[in-house]
């Protein structure tokens, strides 16, 4: 494509947008632009999940921060594989899981 032939090919962009050449969006288009726009968030896992606030000694969140970081997973994926371990029963309740 030549120089004259770009120009002629993009010529409708030079122009602005006129409202007026406009129209509204189907319900199909609507949908499809509410999806383009709808932020990413977290993957849906079970029955979705729940924030919560949980209060842990200091000393504690650092070794599991550690441990997390060690294998490589976040501080909340280490808490849901203890919490599916003690409610498995392979983790005895109110042991001591590491000694300080």
Known sequence: MNAEELAAATAEFDEEMAISRSRSLTSAERRTWQEARRKPGRPRRGAG?????????????????????????????????????VLAGRVAAGAEVASD
């Open 49 to 85: 999940v729940k924030v919560i606030s949980v209060s842990v000694e200091r000393r504690l969140l650092s070794k599991s921060d550690a441990l997390a970081s060690r294998l490589g997973i976040s501080r909340a994926a280490l808490i849901e594989r203890g919490l599916r371990l």
